[in-house]
């Protein structure tokens, strides 16, 4: 066993939100693994990552800190990341957010089905990170996001959306 110094950030990368700006399955699975996470790691800063890219009037941080805070995690160890609207920005914005208080690594939790885009925008952006994947089977309804009602439909995203990040450099 080895002790890490420092001191670490962990990032819930949200996937989305209904259409009344509550966590889908998918976010709530992220966040229920996040806040396991922190609960090991209490020192450690949760920083729910994502703006509102899908035009509720409300960022998916902000719902996403508040389910924190219902679950126990105090707001002085929440650091919302609400500038974000796609996973490299969720990435290189949640680092610079938790270099700026003092973090030298980042667990990042995500979707399982997002989690190999996580993975490979973390490496592009050379991050000292680990991942950690969160499943949930039931999908919910995304607002704005018709590929979302089944798993099926969501994995053939993340492989479209994991090419075009390729070719565009981003991954």
Request: net charge positive; hydrophobic share 45%.
């Amino acid at each position: 066993m080895f002790l890490l110094v420092g001191r670490a950030a962990i990032v819930a990368v949200s996937y989305a939100l209904d259409r009344r700006a509550r966590l889908t399955p998918p976010t709530q699975a992220v966040m229920d693994r996040a806040i396991a996470e922190w609960q090991v790691q209490p020192d450690a800063w949760l920083i729910p990552s994502t703006g509102d890219n899908q035009r509720l009037g409300v960022t998916n941080a902000r719902v996403m800190a508040d389910y924190a805070v219902q679950h126990g995690v105090p707001a002085e160890y929440i650091l919302e990341e609400d500038r974000s609207s796609n996973t490299w920005q969720n990435l290189a914005y949640s680092w610079a957010l938790a270099q700026a208080h003092g973090a030298d690594r980042l667990i990042v939790v995500a979707y399982d089905l997002h989690a190999r885009r996580c993975h490979l925008a973390a490496v592009k952006l050379e991050l000292p990170f680990t991942l950690v994947p969160a499943t949930s089977r039931a999908t919910g309804y995304a607002a704005r996001k018709p590929w979302f009602a089944h798993r099926a439909l969501i994995w053939l995203y993340e492989t479209l959306a994991t090419v075009y990040g390729r070719l565009t450099g981003r991954l």
